[in-house]
């Protein structure tokens, strides 16, 4: 079964730092990863996805991941990280539909805090 | 319509009361997912339609939980007899793409509907 976990339950960075949120996950087969981000009262929203290719993914508002097959991590990274990027951070897997995954399993996540 | 739309947005329900949440997909979107979001947790995975066929409801919680689309586009996750427990956001999300499509299948979320079970 598939499963996604992500370590810290909060991280705090100053403005204009690099930020980075960690992912690990375990799936049968080849994984399809993202990341989405939350704000308050509002729903989750898709920010970046890895299927093949590039280990390095680029998303929205500045936001990239990279994957890493031996370390099974799809950490997300900031390189300035700005006040507004203040939200909850959820990590996410599905399986490869190869091996008849079609669900995706979401992290518990990680609360972004960007001090001005 | 331009995103997944829910309803009702906030529901306070009496224990042992049943309720019913719709969730109205982008139109088009064959997959549609239901989730729970408890206070501080990640969303736990209910159900998961392709068009009006449930093909998982392997997380639905107790079969106090039911969800149907009976015509492929609106979906209603409806709760019987509900307990303190049930108390949670309630996320749909829906999918231009089938579930074995080898594509990424990117999840729309819509906003949720916020229930507290007293």
């Known amino acids: 079964a598939q499963s996604v976990a992500q370590p810290e339950d909060q991280v705090n960075v100053a403005e204009g730092n690099p930020l980075t949120v960690k992912c690990t996950y375990s799936?049968?087969?080849?994984?399809?990863l993202f990341w989405y981000v939350q704000y308050p009262n509002r729903g989750l929203q898709f920010l970046l996805k890895y299927i093949t290719g590039d280990n390095l993914v680029k998303g929205s508002y500045g936001f990239e991941a990279e994957f890493n097959k031996s370390q099974t991590s799809f950490h997300l990274k900031k390189p300035s990280a700005l006040v507004s990027d203040s939200a909850l951070y959820f990590c996410?897997?599905?399986?490869?539909?190869?091996?008849?995954?079609?669900?995706?399993?979401f992290g518990a996540g990680t609360r972004l805090f960007v001090k001005a | 319509g331009a995103g997944v739309s829910q309803s009702p947005r906030y529901k306070v329900a009496k224990r042992g009361q049943d309720v019913a949440l719709r969730c109205d997909p982008i139109?088009?979107?064959?997959?549609l997912f239901w989730y729970q979001q408890a206070l501080g947790q990640g969303p736990e995975f209910l159900t998961y339609?392709?068009?009006?066929?449930?093909?998982?409801k392997s997380g639905l919680p107790s079969d106090r939980f039911f969800a149907e689309r009976p015509e492929g586009s609106v979906s209603t996750l409806k709760i019987q007899r509900t307990q303190q427990e049930d108390s949670a956001v309630y996320l749909c999300a829906s999918s231009s793409q089938g579930p074995f499509s080898s594509g990424a299948n990117v999840l729309t979320f819509g906003a949720g509907s916020r229930l507290t079970v007293l």
């Open positions: 139109s088009g979107h064959v997959s």
């Open positions: 339609f392709q068009n009006e066929a449930q093909l998982d």
């Open positions: 799936v049968s087969g080849n994984p399809y």
């Open positions: 996410a897997v599905r399986d490869s539909p190869h091996t008849g995954g079609f669900k995706t399993i």
